[in-house]
């Protein structure tokens, strides 16, 4: 896991779980524990998918919303999060 962290931002940049350790809720409770800080710090929780990364599944389940994509990403926050004043999508 990698997670990038700003006064104003958490990005997570990676998080990769072996495919023998995959459907067993480690994805989730990491994902559970990100959402809880950012609440706390009152900040955002912003990640890219591969557009077709099965990831992305588990993303729209927690309630991540698109809100931006390039050829091969998708750009998810997590809606929960407080937007800083000036965010550019």
Sequence with gaps: MQVIESPQTLYLAQL???PSS???GIGA???RELTDKVQTCRTTLTLDVMKNNRARQLYDRLGFQV???SEFKI???WPESVQPE???L
């Design 29 to 31: 409770a990491i994902l």
């Design 16 to 18: 990769y779980i072996a």
């Design 67 to 69: 809100i931006g994509q």
């Design 86 to 88: 000036n965010d550019s």
């Design 22 to 24: 995959q459907n067993r």
């Design 75 to 77: 750009k998810m926050r």
